[in-house]
Each structure stands twice: as C-alpha cells, then as structure tokens.
C-alpha cells in the first residue's frame, strides 16, 4: 500500500514534527518526571530488605562455620579419649590375665 503525502499519521502526537520536539525537548516545555515515583521506592525498599537479610544470614553462617569448627574438635577429642580408654582397659585386661596366671602357678 503507498501512501500520499494527503493522508494524515494515525499517530497523534502532541507536536506537529520532530523539529518541534527537538525544540521543545531544548527549551524544557516537557513535564518533569516525578522526584521518586512508588515503583522506585517499592524497588528502593526490596533491594535494602534483600541486602539486610543477606547480611543476617551471611553473620549467621559465619557462627554456624565456627560452631561446626568447634564440635569437629569435639569430636577429634573424643575420638581420641574412646581410643585410649579401649586400649588402657584392653592393657589391663592382659596385666590381669598375667597376675592372674602367675598367681596360679
């Protein structure tokens, strides 16, 4: 379809052509634009929960680690102690044994 230059744009533009927006758009006869609109402060708001919220779990995270660390300790302690504690009693066991042996002859 070609067009004439009779027929009108079906866009309706609050300028008659660019060179108009162009000096308007120089002159500052645009509307300003709100200082905060309710979208950026709604997104503002999320964005610092977010952060907030990151920064407590990351706090509780790091005890979390540590409280770990602590009872692999823990656990490294009594490990040992069981280990010494069943070889002592399994030591004993064979010096009774023995005394008891000796005791007989």
């Known amino acids: 379809m070609e067009r004439t230059g009779e027929e009108e744009s079906s866009i309706d533009l609050p300028f ?29 708001n999320a964005l610092t929960t977010s952060k907030n919220s990151r920064d407590r779990l990351q706090l509780l995270r790091s005890e979390i680690e540590r409280a770990l660390a602590r009872e692999d ?5 009594l490990h040992f102690a069981l280990k010494t504690a069943t070889n002592d009693e399994a030591y004993y066991r064979v010096v009774r044994r023995v005394a008891e042996t000796e005791a007989r002859k």
């Not at 300790?73 to 302690?77: G, N």
């Open 16 to 44: 008659s052509d660019i060179e108009e927006l162009v000096a308007r758009i120089r002159v500052g006869d645009l509307p300003d634009a709100p200082e905060t609109s309710v979208t950026l402060e709604a997104l503002s």
């Open 73 to 77: 300790v823990q656990i490294e302690r």
